[in-house]
């Protein structure tokens, strides 16, 4: 069965199978939220997340390739390319990261309250003070030692290219003078770039899982790339246009 516009072939057996396993491996991590993270240490608390989004991409049937050389430890600002919900338990896979999201992906049905588990910093564009009150709450993180993870364009794309970024949450990593880490994220299906899979325009949370459950070779890329280091003096625009920059040459060099 493919979509009409996309070509997306989709086998809906696969589909059915993989639901009923994702659905009942969230159902487990809102209880284990519920009823364990209490109990936990915070340490403690990111590992499990690591190890539950490890096994939701392995149910979505998302293979996850890490390239370059991820900073594992201490206090970093990973700045990523946006394609999919996908994205943020990629990262999460690979280590525990508080991601900065807008606000209305709170209200998205389950998956709202996923990213909210993860450690999401949800950010009201709509208020004046929400760049401020957010980039606090990551120089917080910062101060913890966590990873915080950005998607600078501000929405998802398809993946094959980069829009402008937005630098005034680079601030935070400048005034915690905190190293930003550009990654690039490549969708892939069957060994070729996949922009049918990335959760953009007017489609559907629903439409989407159905395009990605049902697909077969599904690979998402996550390429760390050098670190740009950040000290008390470095502009936040400059450092912006500088992670965009790299972000680009990896997507269009592929």
């Not at 959760?199 to 077969?216: D, I, K, P, S, Y």
């Amino acid at each position: 069965m493919a979509h009409p516009y996309l070509g997306v072939e989709v086998a809906p057996f696969l589909f059915l199978l993989r639901a009923v396993f994702v659905t009942v491996w969230i159902l487990l991590g809102l209880l284990t939220e519920l009823l364990v993270f209490p109990l936990l240490s915070r340490k403690r608390r990111r590992d499990v997340m690591s190890g539950w989004s490890r096994g939701l991409m392995a149910m979505c049937g998302v293979r996850v390739r890490v390239l370059g050389d991820p900073l594992l430890n201490g206090p970093v600002l990973w700045v990523a390319n946006h394609v999919s919900w996908v994205d943020i338990f990629v990262f999460n896979r690979v280590r525990t990261t508080s991601f900065v999201a807008k606000s209305d992906i709170r209200r998205w049905p389950v998956i709202g309250l996923l990213v909210a588990w993860a450690g999401t910093l949800f950010i009201d564009r709509g208020q004046r003070q929400a760049v401020r009150e957010a980039s606090g709450q990551m120089q917080d993180c910062f101060a913890y030692g966590d990873a915080v993870g950005l998607f600078p364009e501000g929405t998802t794309t398809d993946g094959l290219d980069v829009l402008p970024f937005h630098s005034g949450l680079f601030d935070a990593a400048v005034q915690s003078q905190v190293s930003v880490q550009p990654v690039a994220l490549r969708f892939l299906r069957r060994g070729r770039r996949a922009p049918e899979l990335a959760f953009v325009g007017e489609q559907t949370l629903v439409a989407n899982l159905w395009f990605l459950l049902g697909a077969w070779g599904v690979c998402v890329e996550c390429e760390f790339l050098p670190i740009l280091p950040v000290t008390a003096q470095t502009n936040r625009s400059e450092l912006a246009h500088r992670a965009r920059a790299v972000i680009r040459q990896a997507l269009i060099a592929q």
